[in-house]
T-cell receptor, first 112, second 111 residues
Framework: NAGVTQTPKFQVLKTGQSMTLQCAQD?????MSWYRQDPGMGLRLIHY???????DQGEVPNGYNVSRSTTEDFPLRLLSAAPSQTSVYFC???????????FGPGTRLLVL | EDKVVQSPLSLVVHEGDTVTLNCSYE??????LLWYKQEKKAPTFLFML????IEKKSGRLSSILDKKELFSILNITATQTGDSAVYLC???????????FGTGTLLAVQP
């Protein structure tokens, strides 16, 4: 049972480069979300989706885009990476917003 | 502004000690409070609390919620080195019913 998977595990980017962080879940969860975790800041919500075709902004959405074409996948795109986006990114899913969220293993991103 | 505050920020104890971690919140439209344990990677779920005064237990860990005073505690008895982790508290609520995290408590259990 794979649960929530994320790729890559680690990535180094140069300022201005773009990339996509992949997230997939095999639990048929409707709700998926992206968080970033920075020292002293806790987990902050970037974007979330309540189902295929529906996305919305979280607390810190600037510089990130998402789409939800299928129930299983919820990729996070960095259009033009900045050093301030250096962080650990977690994807999570749950059956509804109010239920327990299951987290992926995280992607550690370094922007130089 | 909705917020979740955890204390202490960090603590160091010895194996066998009992610890209490605190989580207070000011969140509109409160739905539930969750505790997570985060070791080196992703947070893993511990408890979800929705009703005041009902203790949830799992082995040496227990947690309780006080909705009147807007806080929760997580107790760990007879701590072990494997309990060393960051413990995260999160509240489901706010205007859009999202998960709002505290910054966590770093627990270090020394042998």
């Amino acid at each position: 049972n794979a649960g929530v998977t994320q790729t890559p595990k680690f990535q180094v980017l140069k300022t201005g480069q773009s990339m996509t962080l992949q997230c997939a879940q095999d639990m048929n969860h409707e709700y998926m979300s992206w968080y970033r975790q920075d020292p002293g800041m806790g987990l902050r919500l970037i974007h979330y989706s309540v189902g295929a075709g529906i996305t919305d902004q979280g607390e810190v959405p600037n510089g990130y885009n998402v789409s939800r074409s299928t129930t299983e996948d919820f990729p996070l795109r960095l259009l033009s990476a900045a050093p301030s986006q250096t962080s650990v990114y977690f994807c999570a899913s749950s059956t509804t917003k109010r239920e327990t969220q299951y987290f992926g293993p995280g992607t550690r991103l370094l922007v130089l | 502004e909705d917020k979740v505050v955890q204390s202490p920020l960090s603590l160091v104890v010895h194996e066998g000690d009992t610890v209490t971690l605190n989580c207070s919140y000011e969140v509109t439209n409160f739905r539930s409070l969750l505790w997570y344990k985060q070791e080196k990677k992703a947070p893993t779920f511990l408890f979800m609390l929705t009703s005041s005064g009902i203790e949830k237990k799992s082995g040496r860990l227990s947690s309780i919620l006080d909705k009147k005073e807007l806080f929760s505690i997580l107790n760990i008895t007879a701590t072990q080195t494997g309990d060393s982790a960051v413990y995260l508290c999160a509240v489901v609520g706010g205007a859009t019913n999202k998960l709002i995290f505290g910054t966590g408590t770093l627990l270090a259990v020394q042998p």
